[in-house]
């Protein structure tokens, strides 16, 4: 399995309140990418990072903001939450290897479920 | 607009009833698409890639295949253990290895 740990797994918390979620990863890949899954929805994608401080927005990026100032760790930030950011969100990683980026699949989280009253 | 759409929703399948899943795309610039498989509170677990119409993927029961189009993945002869949801995504050039997944199949393989 790749070496990808996202904490916390589960976190319930009250509307208005900032949330902070880890993405950890051992692999030493370039890319680092945020999804929430939601039913009917499938992944999308919130923001990702190319390289260390180097993010750009995703589909779903508006409340979410992320940092990336080392390799290994990326965060996504809810800045006030709301009830429709409830949801279970993944960190996937990647990297261009050999073959290019397009050669490289995603490898992803066990995620984390979080649930905002 | 790109869109990528999996067919069925759910499947329900009885042991060694061989079926296929659709995932159908419109998007411009096809670098890759992928197929994932998901249990239950997990992160997506990757299967394949396909690259270019003809060609075909074999992972034990698990065959992928792509067309302009669209991409088909058969379970052959399937047992309980491949009850999951299976998800497609695809990737455009230039796109930093990003992804556009479809909502997936829920597929359940009763004994």
């Known amino acids: 399995d790749a070496g990808i740990t996202q904490s916390p797994r589960h976190k319930v918390t009250e509307t208005g309140t900032p949330v902070t979620l880890r993405c950890h990863q051992t692999?030493?890949?370039?890319?680092m990418y945020w999804y929430r899954q939601d039913p009917g929805h499938g992944l999308r994608l919130i923001h990702y990072?190319?390289?260390?401080?180097?993010?750009d927005k995703g589909e779903v990026s508006d409340g979410y903001s992320v940092s990336r100032s080392k390799t290994e760790d990326f965060l996504l930030t809810l800045e006030s939450a709301t009830s429709s950011q409830t949801s279970v969100y993944f960190c996937?990683?990647?990297?261009?290897?050999?073959?290019?980026?397009?050669?490289?699949?995603?490898?992803f989280g066990d995620g984390t479920r979080l649930s905002i009253l | 607009e790109d869109q990528v759409t999996q067919s069925p929703e759910a499947l329900r399948l009885q042991e060694g009833e061989s079926s296929s899943l659709n995932c159908s795309y419109t998007?411009?610039?096809?670098?890759?698409l992928f197929w994932y498989r998901q249990d239950p509170g997990k992160g997506p677990e990757f299967l394949f890639t396909?690259?270019?119409a003809g060609e075909e993927k074999e992972k034990e029961r698990l065959k992928a295949t792509l067309t302009k189009k669209e991409s088909f993945l058969h379970i052959t002869a399937p047992k309980p253990e491949d009850s999951a949801t299976y998800l497609c995504?695809?990737?455009?050039?230039?796109?930093?290895?990003?992804?556009?997944f479809g909502a997936g199949t829920q597929v359940v393989v009763t004994p």
């Open positions: 996937a990683i990647s990297d261009p290897g050999q073959g290019g980026y397009s050669n490289q699949p995603q490898h």
């Open positions: 692999e030493n890949h370039r890319y």
């Open positions: 990072s190319y390289g260390v401080k180097d993010t």
């Open positions: 998007v411009s610039g096809l670098r890759g």
């Open positions: 396909l690259y270019s």
């Open positions: 995504a695809v990737r455009k050039t230039d796109s930093w290895g990003k992804l556009q």
